[in-house]
T-cell receptor, first 114, second 115 residues
């Protein structure tokens, strides 16, 4: 979805380096999410934020941190990258309409840690 | 706790044949159910959702899904498969009584439509 953008799209880095993945959205949604995708494991939630002052850990937050700089921006950091953090990372956004919300995903960032 | 299972890692179907991708769920209350599709090198795209009402939900690209409360299932279907339907499909669930709990996704089912 072009309304949710992620930078960079691809990144190769070395063990121990600090990495930041950025997500921006123009959908006006309050809620933002970071997921990682690994083959055979599906999507796993790393962190989520329901508004600028709200940050919550997901299923696999160890080794990651996030920053919600504004309603439209949500960044994911790997303080000291390790090879098992090699994965496809997705940002998503949502807003409650009616009874629930529907998530919309960015195109993904492919991260390789050597 | 809420969970979702996609029992098949891979589904193969011939072009023009009907397709079914299976999903079962577990929630303590009433479910909100979703299907997403992921094409190669793309993010997930929303296909359809069940909130309440009619058990048969119609979505994008000719897909539909049937909510079956007694079997706790929400299988994705299409009457006639296209080669372009080949992709990775994810089912997701949220308990309607869970407040702000995020969606829980299944592990995905890879659909291959053979010409």
């Amino acid at each position: 979805d072009a309304d949710v953008t992620q930078t960079p799209r691809n990144r190769i880095t070395k063990t121990g380096k600090r990495i930041m993945l950025e997500c921006s959205q123009t959908k006006g949604h309050d809620r933002m999410y970071w997921y990682r995708q690994d083959p055979g494991l599906g999507l796993r939630l790393i962190y989520y934020s329901f508004d600028v002052k709200d940050i919550n850990k997901g299923e696999i937050s160890d080794g990651y941190s996030v920053s919600r700089q504004a309603q439209a921006k949500f960044s994911l950091s790997l303080e000291s990258a390790i090879p098992n953090q090699t994965a496809l990372y997705f940002c998503a956004t949502s807003a409650v309409v009616g009874r629930t919300d529907t998530q919309y995903f960015g195109p993904g960032t492919r991260l390789t840690v050597l | 706790a809420q969970s979702v299972a996609q029992p098949e890692d891979q589904v193969n179907v011939a072009e023009g044949n009907p397709l079914t991708v299976k999903c079962t769920y577990s929630v303590s209350g009433n479910p909100y159910l979703f299907w997403y599709v992921q094409y190669p090198n793309r993010g997930l795209q929303f296909l359809l959702k069940y909130i309440t009402g009619d058990n048969l939900v119609k979505g994008s690209y000719g897909f539909e899904a049937e909510f079956n409360k007694s079997q706790t299932s929400f299988h994705l279907k299409k009457p006639s498969a296209l080669v372009s339907d080949s992709a990775l499909y994810f089912c997701a669930v949220r308990d309607s009584g869970s407040g702000n709990t995020p969606l829980v996704f299944g592990k995905g089912t890879r659909l291959s439509v053979i010409a």
